[in-house]
């Protein structure tokens, strides 16, 4: 596990743009106030200087004395962290940049600046004034891609659910109170056999209804696997009033012990490997993983912020595990007169109280009254920052699975899987 992959690293950069996304679909501004730059890597940055500029140019023609003054500042902003980058990144860049009201009230307008790496590339060039931001095109990028539907079925019980990102979800179980044994002979005992068949398959029809109303819907459906024991899934496929542009997404059959949601999670077990790109199935791996190591008590796993950190500096993690609901702020408490530094992570509705009681404490070095907070950030950003650093593969866990609940509920939300025992 010492290749760098950047498909695990893939979630904990989604995380950091979803938040960031989150911030800026909350700020409104006045007319066409705030600015939109959407920026390919094959753009030079001299060709969008020049673009700006010529922005700027055409600004002077607004009407309105307010919007002109926000739109050029906005412009004149963006121009001036342009001046400071030499090429875009690998994926582009976007930078939000505008001027924003407190409480929405003209004329208490602050200049606000944002830059984001997207995690997949950007491949048109984009400016967009308005009284918002344009984020639609980076929204598309942390949205879970590729969905694929299990159905659990035999003639007595059938389960329908699919798997998409991190989430596995059961849509519905069905009985259909069929009878599968009998005792009677002769002509009453094909007369069963019939009815037993015709109740089958009408049976087969109801669920393929239900499935043909969930699954044609779904846009990014990669496919469809269907389980259960002995013959009931062919006939289910074969035999059933399955849509045809389903039928054409059957992936495969798949034989398992139980039936319902038990056989539906069973399916997932089983096909584990051919869905390998899936959050879900990464989530599970790796947590399995993890577990396995406390259980055989390798010396080789650790867990919970004050540990985590210290294998984390020393280069001692290959995979760092985070939970997505882990909602901590780590603050910098600098005094400006001996210099001294501490660290204390908190949670965010204690961040205002905190700033208050270090306005009237003492430097525990000198004991003068020059503490402040000289930073604040995110604890999940701040570790994976380092971790970034230490070339560590990080990996997002959403409490959306079994695994990811444990992690935060058991575990504390930090864990990881060293490269070697401390």
Not at 21 to 41: A, R, V
Not at 253 to 275: H, M, N
Not at 296 to 312: I, N, Q, S
Request: proline share 3%; with cysteine.
């Amino acid at each position: 596990m010492s290749t760098k992959s950047k498909k695990e690293d893939d979630s904990y950069k989604r995380y950091v743009l979803k938040k960031n996304l989150d911030i800026l679909k909350n700020k409104k501004g006045f007319h066409t106030g705030l600015i939109s730059l959407l920026i390919p890597p094959s753009r030079k940055v001299h060709d969008v200087m020049s673009y700006l500029k010529n922005e700027v140019s055409e600004s002077s023609n607004i009407k309105s004395k307010g919007n002109r003054k926000n739109v050029m500042d906005s412009i004149s902003a963006l121009m001036g962290r342009l001046r400071l980058i030499k090429s875009f990144p690998p994926n582009g860049l976007a930078m939000y940049s505008g001027q924003i009201p407190e409480d929405g009230k003209p004329g208490t307008e602050q200049s606000e600046l944002y830059m984001i790496e997207p995690t997949e590339p950007l491949t048109t060039f984009k400016y967009y004034c308005s009284s918002e931001f344009l984020i639609d095109p980076l929204l598309d990028m942390i949205r879970e891609k590729g969905t694929y539907g299990i159905v659990n079925i035999e003639n007595k019980e059938a389960a329908v659910g699919y798997i998409s990102g991190s989430k596995l979800v059961i849509s519905k179980t069905f009985t259909s109170g069929v009878h599968s044994k009998h005792k009677a002979g002769g002509q009453s005992q094909r007369r069963l056999e019939r009815l037993i068949e015709e109740g089958a398959q009408a049976f087969y029809k109801h669920v393929s209804e239900f499935v043909n109303s969930v699954f044609v819907d779904i846009e990014d459906l990669e496919g469809i696997y269907v389980s259960g024991a002995g013959m009931s899934k062919e006939k289910f496929v074969n035999k059933g009033d399955l849509d045809y542009r389903l039928k054409d997404k059957v992936l495969g059959f798949v034989d398992v012990s139980y039936s319902g949601e038990a056989g539906i999670r069973e399916t997932v077990i089983k096909i584990q490997d051919k869905l390998q790109d899936l959050q879900y199935i990464k989530e599970k791996k790796i947590f399995n993983q993890f577990m396995k190591e406390i259980v055989k008590d390798t010396g080789k796993v650790t867990y919970g912020e004050v540990e985590v950190r210290k294998a984390l500096i020393a280069g001692a993690i290959d995979v760092l595990l985070m939970s997505e609901k882990l909602n901590k702020t780590r603050l910098t408490v600098s005094c400006t007169q001996c210099g001294q530094e501490n660290l204390v992570t908190i949670d965010p509705s204690e961040v205002d109280s905190f700033y208050e009681q270090i306005r009237t404490s003492q430097c525990p070095s000198c004991q003068s009254n020059q503490n402040s907070v000289s930073s604040e950030v995110d604890l999940i950003e701040d570790l994976g920052a380092i971790a970034e650093e230490q070339g560590t593969k990080i990996m997002m866990m959403s409490t959306d699975t079994e695994e990811g609940t444990t992690l935060f509920q058991t575990f504390g939300g930090i864990a990881a899987l060293l490269r070697f025992v401390m």
